[in-house]
């Protein structure tokens, strides 16, 4: 029997098709793409709770050549220095200054942005209590705070907002302080170093969360995100005495400076210097918060 050719409509359906199932697997690859470890560019904000929000952002803004914006916020003032300039969509760093209302002086948490955190916030909080329990960390309570945030085992705040990170809409700028009278260029969060009590432990949580650190020993681990930015763990007994689980310090990507000339001028801020080399200037900042400047 001899069969019947191919119309035109049937070839443009055939190759429709073929169209389809080639492109299918490319398709298929993005929609299984794992929850976890987390689509993160990096670390883009922290805050700092302080007992004088006013004398904190004028230091941080005699230290960085930026601009400053506020909102009201629990019936005090809630502070962000840019970690540079403010595009019309609002995608910057920042360091938040929040009011401690009594819970004494530290860095409050972090920000990793996770790329369609609006889509899938639910999922990857369900997966991250799945994974936890599995790993023995016992039960996930899920977000406990704004936003996506939590602590992990050693009560560290951690929070997960949509990427790109953006300012608050109700942060506006604030006349507190002079603008781009800075010390440095602020360029982005560079770096978090998390004092954790348990090495090992903490190693297994933050895998879940960001995947396999870039370095790591006997005394500390390094996980190294897209933009560049960092997630330092660091164990508890690393300095005698301050074993306490915590946010030790934070550093901030810079332009060049001169350090004789910033190291003078964070002291007529009423900060100190710690140490200093090719590359890093550390510092304590009013509060006694370490901070670190990084230049490439």
């Known amino acids: ?84 300039p403010l595009p019309a969509d609002r995608t910057v760093g920042y360091i938040a200054i929040g009011d401690a209302r009594g819970r004494g002086t530290y860095i409050g948490h972090f920000c990793t942005a996770v790329r369609n955190w609006q889509r899938d916030s639910a999922n990857v909080f369900a997966a991250m209590k799945d994974r936890f329990r599995a790993a023995g960390f016992g039960e996930f309570p899920g977000s406990t705070g704004f936003a996506g945030t939590f602590t992990d085992p050693d009560g560290i705040e951690i929070q997960f907002l949509p990427s790109p990170d953006t300012l608050v809409t109700a942060a506006v700028p604030s006349s507190l302080v002079p603008s781009q009278q800075g010390l440095v260029t602020p360029l982005r969060v560079d770096h978090v170093i998390l004092q954790v009590s348990q090495l090992d432990k903490a190693l297994e949580y933050y895998r879940i969360l960001y995947g396999r650190e870039s370095q790591g020993g006997r005394d500390g681990a390094t996980f190294t995100f897209q933009n560049g930015s960092r997630l330092v763990l660091q164990g508890g007994g690393y300095a005698y005495g301050t074993g306490k689980p915590r946010i030790a310090r934070f550093g901030v990507l810079v332009g060049n400076f001169d350090r004789a000339a910033v190291s003078a001028g964070v002291a007529a801020l009423g900060g100190a210097v710690v140490s200093s080399d090719a590359k890093t200037l550390r510092l ?12 490439k």
Request: glycine letters at 6%; proline letters at 7%.
């Open 1 to 84: 029997m001899q069969s019947n050719p191919l119309t035109r409509r049937d070839t443009l359906a055939l190759l429709a098709a073929a169209a389809a199932a080639s492109a299918a697997p490319s398709s298929m690859a993005q929609a299984q793409r794992p929850l976890l470890p987390l689509d993160t560019p990096g670390l883009d904000h922290l805050d700092v709770i302080v007992p004088d929000v006013e004398k904190t952002a004028r230091f941080y803004m005699g230290l960085f050549r930026t601009a400053l914006h506020a909102q009201p916020f629990q019936g005090a003032q809630r502070y962000f220095v840019l970690l540079g």
């Open 284 to 295: 304590r900042d009013v509060d006694g918060i370490e901070v670190e400047l990084v230049t």
